[in-house]
T-cell receptor
């Protein structure tokens, strides 16, 4: 365990379903991130939260909806996804304003398959 | 031009050899550089960070940074089969100080 926990580890959902991914960290970090990792492509930044405020939304389709109720929890709500959304979704955290020094701590990821 | 570029590989080296992984970046003002290791089906884990020109050593790993050439590398000495993984280069740029920008990774295979 890295200190960042993601659930579920695997998720299969239909295109009409609604599901949520959960991320939880107890490292005292105040910045949290959602990344998408598809095969043979760089990690794609989706959302950034700093001190529970969304500070970055990287042109992500509205079928992905983030929520950060507090600095320890981050959710990614999914609805009406497409097969091309199948990927590994990674949550990461970092001390606010110190990513340049500490980098990220990643969660174990959720492998999402849209059928 | 990609912001962070890596050779995708695969790179194969025999056990005990030195593996050399390379990364170039486009943001000349970038200050912080990281190497992550990602085993198949797992999440990335941080193995090295470097901020100043020159070499930084940690066990069998050496990170090298040349800001003038916008180039960062990772050397793995005495490579072991357990080093077989994808290695991701990540950069904190001037224009994106809140986040890391990643390369697509280099797949390394160490042959027994």
């Amino acid at each position: 365990e890295t200190g960042v926990t993601q659930t579920p580890r695997h998720l299969v959902m239909g295109m009409t379903n609604k599901k949520s991914l959960k991320c939880e960290q107890h490292l005292g970090h105040n910045a949290m991130y959602w990344y998408k990792q598809s095969a043979k492509k760089p990690l794609e930044l989706m959302f950034v939260y700093s001190l529970e405020e969304r500070v970055e939304n990287n042109s992500v389709p509205s079928r992905f909806s983030p929520e950060c109720p507090n600095s320890s929890h981050l959710f990614l709500h999914l609805h009406t996804l497409q097969p091309e959304d199948s990927a590994l979704y990674l949550c990461a955290s970092s001390p606010t304003g110190q990513v340049a020094h500490y980098g990220y701590t990643f969660g174990s990821g959720t492998r999402l398959t849209v059928v | 031009q990609k912001e962070v570029e890596q050779n995708s590989g695969p790179l194969s080296v025999p056990e005990g050899a030195i593996a050399s992984l390379n990364c170039t970046y486009s943001d000349r003002g970038s200050q912080s550089f990281f190497w992550y290791r990602q085993y198949s089906g797992k999440s990335p884990e941080l193995i090295m960070s470097i901020y100043s020109n020159g070499d930084k050593e940690d066990g069998r790993f050496t990170a090298q940074l040349n800001k003038a050439s916008q180039y960062v590398s990772l050397l793995i000495r005495d490579s072991q089969p357990s080093d077989s993984a994808t290695y991701l280069c990540a950069v904190v740029g001037v224009g994106s100080a809140r986040q890391l920008t990643f390369g697509s990774g280099t797949q390394l295979t160490v042959l027994p």
